[in-house]
């Protein structure tokens, strides 16, 4: 059984297009994360949801918006892709608001040519 | 943002030495995690030590909290080809609702 999945774990697609990645964890946290990793490997985080409410929203463009149908899922929706889109995104969640351990997916490598 | 320095950015040593990895972050802390990354994969939590900790194990892992230095530094044991990974230090504050990341080591093993 899979703790955090997400789908898919490779994406490649154009400048421009939409794409999303889903993300469930069955572990029951109330909160989940999106990250970002970039090539040099800094990760960002991108969004938090707590029991389906949106409590962190750091600087990401728009373009990106994170969808929550309920507590077990968190997608990522980006619009109008660019190229400094690529990266590794990790979807995580966590038992406890913040400050308590993350579990993360495998990541998703999106790629934007 | 980017609060923890993690030192050294890469090291590499032989199959059976012990590795140490040292992190350093600028502000009061809740509590500080390690997590490893294996290449292409997520990453795991590996341990939790809190303000109050000074030092804490599990398995060949042992971890130290200098809240004085704010430095914690994380040793494996004994080290074996599957410990190469890229490891990260992450520390969780009582007023932010956000873990904050250092830059991760990479960790060789070699055979």
């Known amino acids: 059984d899979t703790a955090v999945s997400q789908t898919p774990k490779y994406l490649v697609t154009q400048m421009g297009n939409d794409k999303s990645i889903k993300c469930e964890q069955n572990l029951g946290h109330d909160t989940m994360y999106w990250y970002k990793q970039d090539s040099k490997k800094f990760l960002k985080i991108m969004f938090s949801y707590n029991n389906k409410e949106l409590i962190i929203n750091e600087t990401v463009p728009n373009r990106f918006s994170p969808k929550s149908p309920d507590k077990a899922h968190l997608n990522l929706h980006i619009n109008s892709l660019e190229l400094g889109d690529s990266a590794v995104y990790f979807c995580?969640?966590?038992?406890?608001?913040?400050?308590?351990?993350?579990?993360f997916g495998e990541g998703s490598r999106l790629t934007v040519l | 943002s980017q609060q923890g320095e993690e030192d050294p950015q890469a090291l590499s040593i032989q199959e059976g030495e012990n590795a140490t990895m040292n992190c350093s972050y600028k502000?009061?802390?809740?509590?500080l995690q390690w997590y490893r990354q294996n290449s292409g994969r997520g990453l795991v939590h590996l341990i939790l030590?809190?303000?109050n900790e000074r030092e804490k194990h599990s398995g060949r892992l042992r971890v130290t909290l200098d809240t004085s230095k704010k430095s914690s530094s994380l040793l494996i044991t004994a080290s074996r080809a599957a410990d190469t990974a890229s490891y990260f230090c992450a520390t969780a504050m009582d007023s932010n609702y956000q873990l904050i990341w250092g830059a991760g080591t990479k960790l060789i093993i070699k055979p």
């Open positions: 030590i809190r303000s």
């Open positions: 502000t009061s802390i809740n509590n």
């Open positions: 995580a969640s966590s038992p406890l608001e913040g400050i308590g351990e993350l579990f």
